[in-house]
Nanobody
Framework: QVQLVESGGGLVQPGGSLRLSCAASGRQFSIAKIGWYRQAPGKQRELVASITSGGTTMYADYVKGRFTISRDNAKNTVSLQMNSLKLEDTAAYYC?????????WGQGTQGAVSS
């Protein structure tokens, strides 16, 4: 069982930065593949970035070079550093953990970019 709680959302201007955190409970966190997803109003949820238990990362094309995903298994956390934010990055951001075939979602945190 893995429980996820996201934090770190907020309102920033274009070009600004936010750092999201996903805090997990559960002994299986260290073996879980973790992904950050986002969902803008009226749009489908989409993958932003993911990181495996071994630290292999993957990014959606639209965030490459701007976002960085990292994990600290000792602290059971996964972070998403978001730099050079654009208006279109405004969305609810969700953390997802996958352990074998079981998937867990957090409740989400809102990130808004506005001038």
């Amino acid at each position: 069982q893995v429980q996820l709680v996201e934090s770190g959302g907020g309102l920033v201007q274009p070009g600004g930065s936010l750092r999201l955190s996903c805090a997990a409970s559960g002994r299986q966190f260290s073996i879980a593949k973790i992904g950050w997803y986002r969902q803008a109003p009226g749009k489908q949820r989409e993958l932003v970035a993911s990181i495996t238990s071994g630290g292999t990362t993957m990014y959606a094309d639209y965030v490459k070079g701007r976002f960085t995903i990292s994990r600290d298994n000792a602290k059971n956390t996964v972070s998403l550093q978001m730099n050079s934010l654009k208006l279109e990055d405004t969305a609810a951001y969700y953390c997802k953990a996958r352990v074998a075939t079981v998937i867990y979602w957090g409740q989400g945190t809102q990130g808004a970019v506005s001038s």
